[in-house]
RNA sequence: GGGGGUGUAGUUCAGUUGGUUAGAACGCUGCCCUGUCACGGCAGAGGUCGCGAGUUCGAGUCUCGUCGCUCCCGCCA
């Protein structure tokens, strides 16, 4: 290849046996026989064994080199005497002739080979000995393949590739910004885009059609195991004169091949994907990112509680709570411990407790004396539940008992391992609503994106209740992960002053905080809409990772800091002062 | 900002009811070893038990405080 290596350390062969090589990497592991010393030489494509003769004067030479020093090595591709059936190069070994040591390694901080269990403040700080993990490697390595699928499938569909400003306006809504001084103005500040929205929207009044880019997206906000502190990535995409379902297809077809050809045998829900309206999803599965790999549903049981002749229950429902029913499918013969343990659970969450029926043998246990043979009946019925099953029970006040369920949904789930854990289910939460009650305030506010069309437009804002007005807002949610968010925009400016105004913003609220876009909208806006998918979750859930660090080349620690860089840092005087800045700390 | 978990050798961990000199594995250093592939064998170095106070004749162990890390809630398209 050049003068360096002649071939990588993945690709050598028995039928290169007798071939004169030279291969370059990092010494993966060292076995000193005393008179004779194997080296196994690694690189980004494999691992190539190499054999020094303590007959030849390049022993001496290897003998003290730790593991990770970069060297080359030139010499004969030799059968092996023992294979090596668990190598991809496990037939063959280099017979060293000559050794080049390019970069000699010190004692290492944290072991490249082997278990990853160090602690994550040391794979931080050294970050590129934990990148040339085999784990790691390939993680990075499969997400740069997920990247270079998106760009294909978006290409291929029409889409172009758009580069949007880093250094831009502080927007009102949504996270904390971060935020840069600027030299030139003084007491002013660019933020960085917590997504391009607007800019994206601008490029379609722009006549640009299609856009999509790999974006940088930064945001302020704490961090937990599936998000990044700081900064993430994700496909940003937008399309004129189109509608919803017009964007629900090119992301079924951009992040379902994607899905399809990076399965490693799980079975993948094809397109159109299953749609949940949000209020749908929140009974149902009592969240609006619902786990479809658990089969269970939640059932609204307020009507079976109407002199049921379970009196706590009965009580409830005239006091206006909620009971919600979950059916365990086989549970029934499951030892009392079992349904103690989700009474518990309740009753610690403040929820009061857990009743339960279980139907075994015949018979029925629980809170099953309370009712009646008919009531029995009819319980059987309108829960589905035959003899061999259980059915929970469990109330709370409106607000909160949807969210309870949905934890107790898991919980049972997990219990009785009904999770297909060899799937990945996707489907779109639809019909958001536009706006939202301030449960301390009574005040009407927006519930996501402001930027979003009401369902039925203008009328829809002047005739309806607008905690009734739907929003054209859908998530793509994955294995109970929200993947993606889209919406179709508002790009009216009477509709967006009326939008506001609802949730009590002036008109000049709306030109001062999203004066460009408004002004554009002026000028000749098509209907255009959208959606960004998480590249970051998008590989996680691929790779089945729990930890969003493990997908990213060099992550922030949980205080947003890069122990590596040290970043966040102290600058000099000189540097402030020129911002026009003055430190209190 | 709030709650849970955690902190002992460079690293992963053990450490009994509070009791003599705090152990093991990996890594490191030295010696031996010509077919290993997690090579093996022998020897050795390496510790303010996160930090501070308290109880006690005696604290890695009990109590209080504090700090770091991590997970969750708040927050977050």
Wanted: glycine share 8%; hydrophobic share 40%; proline share 5%.
């Amino acid at each position: 290849m050049n003068e360096y290596r002649t071939h990588t350390c993945g690709e050598l062969r028995a039928e290169h046996i007798g071939q004169s090589v030279k291969l370059a990497g990092w010494i993966h592991r060292k076995r000193n026989l005393g008179n004779l010393c194997f080296i196994d030489l690694r690189d980004h494509y494999g691992i190539t064994q190499c054999v020094f003769d303590s007959s030849s004067d390049l022993f001496d030479k290897i003998k003290d080199i730790r593991v990770e020093s970069v060297i080359g090595i030139i010499g004969e591709v030799v059968a092996r005497e023992s294979v090596n059936k668990n190598m991809p190069t496990g037939d063959i070994e280099i017979k060293a002739e000559e050794v080049i040591v390019y970069s000699a390694a010190d004692v290492l901080p944290v072991q490249v080979v082997g278990e990853c269990n160090e602690p994550e403040e040391l794979r931080l700080k050294y970050r590129f000995l934990d990148l040339r993990r085999e784990v790691l490697h390939s993680n990075i390595l499969l997400r740069c393949k997920v990247i270079s699928e998106m760009r294909r499938l978006m290409n291929e569909q029409g889409f172009n590739e758009y580069q949007t400003p880093i250094l831009t306006a502080s927007s009102p809504e949504g996270a904390r910004d971060f935020l840069v001084p600027s030299r030139l103005n003084p007491g002013k500040f660019y933020a960085l885009p917590q997504s391009p929205q607007q800019f994206k929207q601008l490029l379609m009044v722009s006549g640009f059609d299609r856009y999509f880019q790999i974006a940088p997206c930064f945001r302020d906000e704490d961090p937990r195991a599936d998000r990044s502190p700081g900064e993430f990535y994700q496909l940003d995409m937008e399309m004129s004169f189109a509608t919803q379902e017009d964007v629900m297809k090119v992301i079924e077809h951009t992040m379902g091949t994607i899905f399809n050809e990076f399965a490693f045998g799980r079975s993948v829900s094809q397109a159109p994907f299953m749609h949940i309206p949000f209020r749908e999803s929140m009974l149902k599965y009592g969240s609006d990112k619902p786990d479809l790999r658990n089969p269970l549903i939640i059932a609204d049981a307020t009507p079976f509680f109407n002199n049921s002749g379970f009196g706590v229950y009965d009580a409830k429902v005239a006091n206006g709570e909620q009971i919600r029913a979950i059916k365990a499918p086989n549970a029934g013969n499951k030892p009392r411990s079992f349904f103690d343990k989700f009474d518990a659970y309740a009753k610690e969450q403040g929820m009061g407790g857990m009743a339960y029926v279980a139907f075994a043998d015949g018979g029925a246990k629980g809170v099953a004396k309370f009712f009646s043979e008919e009531k029995l009946a009819e319980l059987k019925q309108t829960f589905d539940v035959k003899d061999g099953d259980a059915v929970f029970f469990m109330g709370g006040a409106k607000k909160v008992i949807n969210k309870f369920a949905g934890v107790v949904r898991n919980m049972i789930g997990e219990a009785l391992d009904l999770f297909d854990k060899k799937s990945i289910k996707l489907c779109w939460i639809v019909d958001f609503p536009f706006y939202e009650e301030n449960e301390e305030t009574g005040a009407v506010e927006f519930s996501h994106n402001p930027f979003s069309m009401p369902q039925g437009g203008l009328e829809a804002l002047n005739t309806k209740n607008p905690l009734d007005i739907l929003a054209y807002q859908f998530d793509l949610v994955c294995n109970g992960v929200e993947l993606a968010s889209g919406a179709v925009r508002n790009h009216s400016p009477e509709v967006m002053y009326r939008a506001f105004e609802i949730a009590g913003y002036e008109h000049s609220v709306v030109d001062n905080k999203f004066g460009g876009l408004v002004t554009a909208f002026r000028y000749g806006a098509p209907p255009h809409a959208g959606c960004a998918p998480g590249i970051d979750r998008t590989v996680m859930l691929i790779l089945d990772e729990p930890i969003i660090r493990n997908v990213i080349l060099f992550p922030l620690n949980g205080k947003a800091q890069d122990l590596m860089m040290q970043a966040p840092n102290t600058v000099t005087e000189e540097q402030i002062k020129e911002l026009h800045i003055d430190l209190k700390l």
